[in-house]
């Protein structure tokens, strides 16, 4: 794996060498570990001009993390309790390798910090790395796809064995803890966002979450659950019907955000507009008179952090590239009824290697429990 | 609860003031709740020249909360999709109410949304409310008291009932997740920060993440764990030993850790310096000869963050107030061998009126399960 990291810290030094930096400092925790395969609470990646250190505060030596940092990159560890930010210790050090400026996240450093860190390297020009380690992960190598293969993989079988229960008088909150000990039964980090469960008039509503509500005969129950395996993050969301016959308008409604979710996935292909995606998928609903309360996106990047770019949606610039794992999920909610929401993780592939790939496989037939 | 939240606005009010502000803007999860109620993902407080608002952003009408903002604050939901950072929005405002000056919060705001503000409204000058908000957090009311309170009754009720239960063979992470099930049966909106249980080597870890270790016979097993209740967050720590009857070694250790928390527990009065009451857990430590390994910190204090101030640190500045409610957490943990860690959270009350309250009450005594 060491290597796989060293590439990344190349192409990144390349980006800011090309912007006239010698030198960055990664901050953003999802960041550091995709460069360093480790972020220790509060730790921070410097690419130095002569050597790139991962520099962790001292109390970073009470919670040792799951992960080992690449050993091809020297760790400083701050001595004892108050040694400091990291990111000041890490601009001390780029000023002493003769560095003359220093690219940051200002979409991650606080005014503050980055005030402390001018302070200590006056000397230092400090330049705006921007986005460019988020943009370096947007596209997945096949070591990433597996871990979120495997997570999509544990999410589906914790939502299998669900299904099998008996859901009935039970509340959103417990189906919400079982769904997420079965997550940790089956190999789970943990859960990759707060599970979400949602029955009757609460099915559907986005990030809704879990109450006392029990599930009751002729609801809605709708599901938004995700795996984290070795640190990289899945989603499925499904709706189910509670009982024995879903009601006609349960249907409709169900085959509607179907509809608009295949819509979705068939245009998933490398090139297509990121505004496309979001149009296949949101026409549908909005031609059948959905056009109010209709979230945000449609469907976003998945990897080290559950909402990355790119995002599905009408303003969002940009392609799809191959091997970017996105969701779609749209969905309807009609305030007081419920509503219904499908959600995939999939995989961008070219139509020669089978188009996209599924990688939550729990079925969306409108199953009735 | 209004005038709760509107008497905070005023404090706050008046401290810009006298700074030379007339405007603030807060957007700290923790402290824009403090203030308003409530924070929808990614709301700012605007406290205005002329009106206070509540600033949130157009995806938060996708995702309510449980709590409602107070009912004497205008909300500002800004429109559609894209409707931008409500940050940048309530600058805006600011502007438009006359205000010459903004007092943000630099230790939270990134340098690029620092500099969006900046732009939007370029004659306001930005000037540094810095910890103001966190300040006023620090002494508790009755009614936060008594959330806190609840909170610990919750999470005494789970760690009772997980003792009762077979615990050999069972894994870190079972455990921990069966602990985080029982907070939310009693009553929690969720765990206070993700429960820790340490088993054999692992047990007294400070904040040690689960693993698939099993319980076994001889084991030390340590458990760190904590309810939110209406927003705020206790916590508790134990230590117990596997079997029959503790050995030797386990005893002495349990009796030392004990007698260094009981030490800082006794120190718990209005007007101690924080350091002292750090320096009377850790001398007792010290002076057994435990100087390497110990954490940075004895304690904290606890509230809408698990984390606040202040801190029970040797570095510490300041003395406790009345109603400042803290943990006092010292531990030990020897490599390869465990460690014991003993946790409560109390509030800092004067000797009239009996001295710290222990909220959290389970027992202390070394209990062999």
Same mark, same amino acid.
């Given at each position: 794996?060491?290597?796989?990291?060293?590439?990344?810290?190349?192409?990144?030094?390349?980006?800011?060498?090309?912007?006239?930096?010698?030198?960055?400092?990664?901050?953003?925790?999802?960041?550091?570990?995709?460069?360093?395969?480790?972020?220790?609470?509060?730790?921070?990646? *410097?690419?130095?001009?002569?050597? #790139?250190?991962?520099?962790? @505060?001292? /109390?970073?030596?009470?919670? !040792?993390?799951?992960? $080992? =940092?690449?050993?091809?990159?020297?760790?400083?560890?701050?001595?004892?309790?108050?040694?400091?930010?990291?990111?000041?210790?890490?601009?001390?050090?780029?000023?002493?390798?003769?560095?003359?400026?220093?690219?940051?996240?200002?979409?991650?450093?606080?005014?503050?910090?980055?005030?402390?860190?001018?302070?200590?390297?006056?000397?230092?020009?400090?330049?705006?790395?921007?986005?460019?380690?988020?943009?370096?992960?947007?596209?997945?190598?096949?070591?990433?796809?597996?871990?979120?293969?495997?997570?999509?993989?544990?999410?589906?079988?914790?939502?299998?064995?669900?299904?099998?229960?008996?859901?009935?008088?039970?509340?959103?909150?417990?189906?919400?803890?079982?769904?997420?000990?079965? *997550?940790?039964?089956?190999?789970? #980090?943990?859960?990759?966002? @707060?599970? /979400?469960?949602?029955?009757? !008039?609460?099915?559907? $509503? =986005?990030?809704?979450?879990?109450?006392?509500?029990?599930?009751?005969?002729?609801?809605?129950?709708?599901?938004?659950?995700?795996?984290?395996?070795?640190?990289?993050?899945?989603?499925?969301?499904?709706?189910?019907?509670?009982?024995?016959?879903?009601?006609?308008?349960?249907?409709?409604?169900?085959?509607?955000?179907?509809?608009?979710?295949?819509?979705?996935?068939?245009?998933?292909?490398?090139?297509?507009?990121?505004?496309?995606?979001?149009?296949?998928?949101?026409?549908?609903?909005?031609?059948?008179?959905?056009?109010?309360?209709?979230?945000?996106?449609?469907?976003?990047?998945?990897?080290?952090?559950?909402?990355?770019?790119?995002?599905?949606?009408?303003?969002?610039?940009?392609? *799809?590239?191959?091997?970017?794992?996105?969701?779609?999920?749209?969905?309807?909610?009609?305030?007081?009824?419920?509503?219904?929401?499908?959600?995939?993780?999939?995989?961008?592939?070219?139509?020669?290697?089978?188009?996209?790939?599924?990688?939550?496989?729990?079925?969306?037939?409108?199953?009735?429990?």
């Amino acid at each position: 794996m060491s290597e796989v990291y060293a590439a990344r810290r190349t192409r990144l030094r390349e980006y800011c060498n090309a912007g006239g930096s010698a030198a960055a400092l990664v901050s953003r925790p999802a960041n550091v570990r995709y460069l360093a395969g480790a972020a220790p609470l509060g730790a921070v990646l *410097l690419l130095g001009r002569t050597e #790139d250190l991962l520099v962790c @505060p001292g /109390s970073s030596a009470d919670r !040792p993390t799951q992960e $080992r =940092p690449d050993e091809a990159l020297r760790v400083q560890t701050l001595p004892g309790a108050d040694g400091g930010d990291p990111a000041v210790a890490a601009a001390r050090l780029a000023a002493g390798q003769g560095a003359d400026s220093l690219a940051v996240e200002e979409h991650h450093l606080t005014v503050a910090r980055h005030r402390a860190l001018g302070s200590v390297a006056p000397r230092l020009r400090l330049a705006n790395l921007g986005g460019a380690v988020e943009q370096l992960r947007v596209v997945k190598d096949e070591e990433e796809i597996s871990c979120l293969r495997i997570g999509a993989e544990i999410a589906d079988q914790a939502l299998g064995e669900l299904l099998e229960s008996i859901l009935v008088g039970r509340t959103e909150r417990h189906l919400a803890l079982e769904l997420e000990r079965r *997550l940790v039964d089956h190999g789970a #980090d943990g859960p990759a966002f @707060p599970t /979400s469960v949602g029955t009757g !008039p609460n099915a559907g $509503r =986005p990030g809704h979450r879990p109450t006392d509500r029990r599930v009751e005969e002729g609801d809605f129950l709708s599901v938004c659950l995700g795996a984290t395996y070795r640190g990289y993050r899945c989603e499925i969301g499904r709706t189910f019907v509670i009982g024995t016959a879903p009601a006609d308008w349960q249907i409709e409604l169900y085959d509607l955000v179907f509809a608009a979710q295949r819509a979705g996935r068939e245009s998933l292909v490398p090139g297509a507009a990121c505004r496309d995606v979001d149009r296949a998928a949101r026409q549908v609903l909005d031609s059948a008179g959905y056009t109010e309360g209709l979230t945000v996106l449609t469907g976003h990047g998945v990897g080290l952090e559950i909402d990355e770019d790119p995002q599905l949606s009408p303003a969002a610039m940009g392609k *799809l590239d191959a091997c970017v794992p996105v969701t779609v999920e749209p969905g309807v909610h009609l305030p007081g009824r419920g509503g219904v929401r499908i959600d995939d993780t999939l995989v961008v592939r070219p139509e020669a290697d089978g188009g996209p790939e599924l990688l939550t496989i729990t079925t969306k037939e409108l199953l009735a429990l």
